[in-house]
């Protein structure tokens, strides 16, 4: 039981134990040479929570239109939109039964259309969810294939007869048993699904799938979408022999799920056919097992994708807290490994996390806004493309839901019933969810003090949090010092200053500080000085740097910190987060 709690962990926070195994590969492609996607600043935007225009309780593309102004305001250029194809959402939306139409529950194509015009015309490119590891078990692909051994679709997916005995286990994140592989009597075979039952998963190896998904992908960017986000698709990629694995391999299944067998043969091939072909920029989520694996994935001259996202930055929150110079050391180790060559996205947050400020910062009342703003401060001046989370610009906080039956999240709430089944602790796991749970991130957007937050006039799919009346849009557009107002001023910098802030180097200073994360951005001489204190006490940080022309360009407090000249020492207050121009 225990175990399959920490591989369910696993799975969302993906720790990826990297070995010193990155070398230079191939001839370097610079890191400064000038990108769109680069210098972009990508919004998160999870559409069933954002806004709903018609009242039914769930978000929708004419509810995100009509506040396209507000996400133009906050100065960002690109935004990343979770899935919103057709499907019967056991996984919200990452269970597609149709990938060339709009959710039900979302609007229609013509909605779509009319957003990526809005968008346009603000000049923010979107960026699609792509959900092609696995489809619904609803989409016509799937239904043809479990109809007959002979169906010519029969391929699109791993099946494996049952006459030949039960299939070698292969672990699923979302069962309720932990089992992959679902028996299904009318072909008397069991499908493989990674995700839930209703995620069967596609079958790489077959090239009609590939040549599918690619004619999907020309489809939406002949419309002119932007880029693509590619789900889950490091574990796309399998060994159709199915060999056994260890036991126990599911406490580390990403060594043997991710980065398989032709994985880059399949990108190279989706870059000749589709990437190569449109200005658009790629991810995939996950970055495989090593440094090599990352590169492999996004250095320009393979030819596969733009940047890696991977998972070990964020998932070094945990609920007994985390350590500053672990996470200092994470993110050092990383930006090096990619000082040369390739591409990063930095983030601390999505919609399979709980809030920001409350996994990594301090939601309490005294330092909420504070850490808020201490975090943002670093997911914005960092080198790699930051993807931001829509709501964390406001220091929106966990749910705090304290009962299952307020939970919608397929993962959490097969993973009750798991739970149940094994008679375990259901008061310790709810206590547990209540830091963790991707739910506590989905809550509908707190627009302003109105009814549901001014989400929805209807029902909300998922409660509001209880503290909209003080967490809102509405009240922090009004407030020069609210979190809203500081994002947006970050924003800006990071935007005025994309030589040092894009494309700068990156060094790490007073690296066995226990509170302070303290580093410089540089080019071409200019350089930015940036002090963040992770802490809730005065915290003071030795930087070794000329401070006597330092101009502070940005600050969550009033007062500037106490600089001690003489000693290069600067002493800073609670959460406190300064940026320099030295
Ligand atoms: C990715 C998505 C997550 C989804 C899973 C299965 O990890 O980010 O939300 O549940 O893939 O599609």
Known sequence: MKQRMQALFLFMFCPLFFKNSFSQVNSPTNITDKKWWKESIVYQIYPRSFKDSDGDGIGDLKGLLSEL??????GINAVWLNPIYSSPNDDNGYD???YRSIMHDFGTMADFDALLNGMHERGIKLVMDLVVNHSSDEHEWFRQSRSSRNNPYRDYYHWWNAENGKPPYRYSLFDVNGDAWMYDSLTNAYYLHYFSRKQPDLNWENPKLRGEVYDIMK??????????????????????????FPQGFEKNFVLYYATQGNLHGYLQEMNKEVLSKYN????????????????NLVDANRHELNMAYAFDGVDIARPEGYSVLHFKEVFTRWDSAFANNGWLSVFLANHDQARLVSRFGNDGPAFRELSSKMLSTFILTMRGTPYYYNGDE??????????????RDVQTLNEYQHQKNVGGDLQKFLKRKQFESRDNGRTPFQWNGSKNAGFTSG?????VNKNYKNIHAALQEKDPNSCLNYFKSLVKLRND?????????????????????AYTRENEGQKM????????????????LKMSNAQLLLSNYKAAPFVDKEKSIITLKPYQAVIYQL
């Open 96 to 98: 597609v039964s149709d």
């Open 394 to 407: 406001l220091g929106m906080t966990n749910a705090g839901f304290d009962k299952i039956e307020d939970y």
């Open 459 to 463: 029902t909300p799919w998922i409660a």
């Open 219 to 244: 489809f939406w960017a002949d419309k002119g979408v932007d880029g693509f986000r590619l789900d889950a698709f490091q574990f796309a990629a399998k060994d159709t022999t199915f060999p056994i």
């Open 497 to 517: 200053n994309k030589p040092i802030l894009v494309y700068g180097k990156y060094t790490l200073l007073d690296k066995n500080n226990p509170a302070v994360y």
């Open 280 to 295: 658009v920029m790629s991810v995939a989520e996950g970055a495989g097992n090593s440094f090599t694996d990352a590169h």
């Open 69 to 74: 102004d507000y996400v133009k305001s906050l």
């Open 529 to 544: 000085l940036i002090l963040l204190n992770f802490s809730p006490a005065n915290a003071a940080a030795s930087i070794q």
